[in-house]
């Protein structure tokens, strides 16, 4: 099992890429006073069958050729669940899908947030084919990252030129402090 719900959230954007995603939108809820942490991951990829969802928490069911395994989502599903959350996919062939994982906050069983600055930096830098927009909410407080913004102020410079990379970088990291006020969870 993954460690961190930030890399899970990174596994199944990356399968979001794999499927052929212009647009990832990810959006993280953090909301005390409910109790409940909410991750929704939703791409314009390729979608799934009917079929396809129904066998994507299996993990002994990939898409993939390169292994004969899956257990990101069955992980990201268990992680869910076992703190009184939730899991659910949604998928439409040809026009995308959305994952959404509800976790109980103060459940003694769910793992932390993690990094999620580094898991967006990541997938916005590494990613050039795809945007991303983020959503961070704490409360009452958001803010948002789109790439698409940045490249219309950017041009045709790349994400992943050294500058442009820290700037995407402090950009998150000062945008969550505000947002939270360092709240680790």
Do not use: W
């Not at 928490?57 to 076992?82: I, N």
């Not at 990094?115 to 909410?137: G, K, M, N, Q, W």
């Not at 990291?173 to 505000?178: A, C, D, F, R, S």
Request: hydrophobic letters at 35%.
């Amino acid at each position: 099992m993954m460690p961190e719900i930030s890399l899970n959230v990174l596994d199944v954007a990356e399968n979001s890429t794999r499927a052929g995603a212009s647009l990832v939108q990810i959006t993280v809820k953090a909301d005390t006073v409910q109790d409940r942490l909410s991750v929704i991951i939703a791409d314009d990829g390729c979608g799934m069958t009917p079929e396809q969802v129904a066998q994507v928490t299996d993990p002994f069911f990939t898409s993939r050729t390169t292994r004969k395994v899956g257990l990101g989502v069955p992980f990201f599903k268990y992680a869910a669940e076992s703190t009184g959350g939730s899991f659910t996919i949604e998928s439409e062939v040809g026009v995308g899908t959305t994952v959404t994982a509800i976790f109980t906050m103060s459940h003694i069983d769910r793992m932390p947030l993690g990094d999620i600055t580094s898991t967006i930096h990541t997938l916005a830098v590494y990613h050039p084919e795809t945007d991303f927009l983020y959503r961070y909410c704490y409360n009452d407080r958001s803010f948002e990252l789109d790439t698409r913004q940045f490249r219309e102020v950017l041009g045709g410079v790349p994400f992943d030129t050294p500058e442009i990379s820290e700037y995407i970088k402090d950009y998150l990291t000062e945008n969550k402090l505000e947002t939270d006020g360092g709240a680790v969870y």
